[in-house]
Structure formats: C-alpha cells, structure tokens
C-alpha cells in the first residue's frame, strides 16, 4: 500500500502497485499542490494582518529617565515608570471595511489553490494514463513479436518442406526485425513516461511501480446540466472569482468610508518612582475623532480604483463561469467520443482476429497468398493497441470532465 504521508524532500522508493485512486491522493500533496498551498497561507495571514487593524490593541511600556541639566525652571530628575496602554476604535468604518475585503480575499486565495490541486490531481492522472498505456503498449508489442517468430518458424517449416520459395524467410525476418525495433522502442517510452509521472509525484525515478489502465465504463450517464451546475457551485475558479468580486464590494465601501469620521478610546496607566517625587501612580482615558477635511483627492481617487476593480473582477466572474461551463461541455463531448471510439476500436479487433483466423487456416490449407499472414499480423497488432489506446483516451477524457466539474479539489 503507497503511504500517504506529507512529501519531504527526499523522493519515496516505490516498487509495488501504484493503482490510479493513490495517484490522486499523491498528486494533492505533490510540488504544484505544496506552493499553492503555501501561496494560500500567505494570503491567510496577510488577511488576519489587516483584520487585526480593526481589533483593540494592548501594548506594556517602560520608560526610564535620568535629567541632570536643569533648565527653564525644571529641576534634575529621576523617573521610572511601567505603563499599560489600550486603543479601542470605536468607529472604524473603513477598517471593518478592509478586514471583511482581506477575509474574502483569504478565501478567494484558499480557492485559487484548490484549483491548482485540481489541476495538478487532473495533470497526474493524465501521465500515469500514459504511462500505463506504454506499459500496455510493451506488453502487446511482445505478443506481437512472439506473433512474428511464431510465423517466422512456420515458413522456414514450410520452406524444409519444399512448399514456399526460400525468399519468404527472408521477408519474415525482415519483418521480424521490425516487430523487434518496435518493441524495443515502446520500451523506451515507458521507459520516459514512468519517469514523467515520478517526477509529478515526487516519487524516486529508480522505482518500479506496476501500473494499470483503468477499465472504462461506457455506460457511464453524462447529464450535462447537473455537470453545469455542479461546476458552478464548487469549481474553485469560479469560487474564487465570486470572492473576489465580494472582495472589490468591499474595498469600494472601505474607500467611501475614507470620508466618515473614526472614533477610537484610549487608555493608560503607569506605576512607577520618581526623584523628586511626582507620584508613584496614575491613569488617563480618552477618547479621539476625527474628521479628514481636505487631501488634495486622493480619497476620490481611491474611490474610482476600488470601483474599477470592482469592475474588473466581475467581468473576470463572467469570463470564468463562461470558461468552466465550455469546459464541461467540451469535457463532455470528449468522453462521448472516446466512448464512441473505444467501441469502434473493439469491433475491430474482433473483426482482425477472425481475419487472422482465416489467414492462418488458408496458410495450412496452402491456399493463402504470400502476404495475406503478414498483413493479417500486421492489422491484428494494430488492433491491439487501437483498443489500448482507445482505453487510455477514455480515462483521460474522463479525468478531464472530473476537473472540469472540479471533483479533484481538495474540500
């Protein structure tokens, strides 16, 4: 079983069964995954920052003094003094104001790196699609070579034999050796797909993890309305949009409130020694207002920016719904195609093995003309892969409409 502990630094050895539900897992903790994550943090402080802004503050000072220069009537003096002080604001609008903007900017941010996941999640699934399928691929182009010397050994039989010319040795091997180069590059690409998906998952690229085309599901219901309106609702792009649409509201209403006076109390008391003496204890309340009356326009101008960027980011919402619905339409017809194509691809293979069945039989029969058991090989290997093929773009587009929706976010 993969463990699914956090990534450190150092790759994970793996060696066993790698099935595609714990590439999921894997893939939300890998690079991509990790910096948005971290990116989402950022934003989370950043937003407890400025609503700490809007929050009273208690400080504890001490102030120590020694004057030995007497002037303007004040004598040398002595003072050590410990103070408590608290600031209330009392009416803070544009702070409230920027501390509601900066917690739906935290959220858009925490959803902007679920996306990322979700991308990241859907770009895995992707590679180890393909890698499974060059694994496949290698397996297949082995039948086939074995196809191939199996044939090879029949016309050298027959040749012994006297009943083909020896020249059809000589074409056999040739197409032997072709079955040989084409097995040894297929290697050769799974070789560089495994090691494009240890790379994703931070996996050690001396690893040898068993991978596995999933089997489709063709008669998998696809309403597309629903798919719509589930991207809608928890697509994080099209969550982070909204909020940041809430963000710019609320930036508009923290520049507006610029113009409204802000109240604030504030408090103080002090123990301390004193030579001479000037009383060892004391406190003070107060409460401050103020009104800003001129600034040359820069409230005004604040006020136009945040309205323009409030502007923005619903247009940018529009755009972003836009995108996800063409996303799960095209998602859509995607997986209808592979669908389409897989049952094509199987038909066929059924079909090349019944030709290769009567190829051989006519073979036997001494019937069959020189080429009709290469050219039968030939269509049954390309049959083979079509419908491997055929598997792998199902998956994809499957994992595709799953991204599309938004199903690879973390919740």
């Not at 793996?14 to 690079?31: D, I, K, Y």
């Not at 199987?346 to 090349?352: F, H, I, K, M, T």
């Amino acid at each position: 079983m993969l463990v699914l502990s956090p990534l450190s630094a150092k790759p994970l050895q793996w060696n066993g069964t790698l099935a595609e539900a714990q590439v999921v897992a894997r893939a939300r903790r890998s690079f991509n995954a990790r910096l948005a994550t971290l990116s989402a943090e950022i934003a989370a402080e950043r937003a407890r920052s400025e609503r700490s802004q809007a929050l009273p503050q208690v400080s504890v000072s001490e102030t120590t003094m020694k004057s030995t220069l007497t002037q303007l009537g004040m004598p040398a003096a002595r003072q050590t003094y410990a103070s408590l002080n608290v600031s209330v604001p009392l009416f803070a609008p544009q702070a409230w104001a920027a501390a509601r903007a900066a917690g739906s900017s935290a959220f858009a941010a925490r959803a902007t790196s679920a996306m990322a996941v979700n991308r990241a999640v859907r770009e895995a699934v992707v590679a180890y699609d393909a890698a499974a399928l060059a694994r496949a691929v290698v397996e297949q182009r082995a039948i086939d070579l074995r196809d191939q010397r199996s044939h090879l050994a029949f016309t050298e039989e027959r040749v012994r034999n006297g009943a083909a010319p020896r020249y059809l040795i000589a074409r056999d091997e040739a197409a032997l050796a072709q079955a040989q180069q084409s097995e040894r590059d297929a290697r050769a690409e799974a070789v560089r797909t495994v090691h494009e998906l240890e790379v994703l998952l931070n996996l050690d690229v001396t690893s040898k993890p068993i991978l596995a085309l999933s089997a489709p599901s063709p008669t998998l219901a696809l309403n597309v309305a629903e798919l719509e309106r589930k991207a809608y609702a928890q697509r994080p792009d099209v969550l982070a949009a909204e909020r940041s649409v809430l963000a710019a509201r609320e930036r508009v209403a923290a520049a507006r409130d610029g113009y409204l006076p802000t109240i604030s109390a504030t408090a103080q008391s002090y123990n301390g020694t004193s030579n001479p003496a000037l009383g060892n204890a004391g406190a003070q309340i107060g409460i401050t207002a103020s009104l800003p009356l001129f600034d040359g326009g820069s409230r005004g101008a604040e006020v136009r920016l945040a309205q323009l960027e409030y502007d923005r980011t619903r247009i940018a919402l529009a755009r972003t719904r836009l995108q996800a619905r063409a996303d799960v339409l095209d998602a859509s017809s995607d997986l209808k195609a592979a669908r389409r194509n897989l049952t094509t691809a199987n038909s066929e293979l059924r079909n090349a093995k019944i030709d290769k069945h009567v190829a051989d039989l006519r073979a036997r029969a001494g019937k069959g003309i020189e080429l009709e058991v290469l050219d039968a090989l030939a269509t049954l290997a390309d049959a083979r892969e079509n419908v491997l093929r055929a598997t792998a773009r199902y998956d994809d587009a499957l994992a595709w409409l799953h991204a599309a929706v938004g199903d690879y976010a973390p919740r």
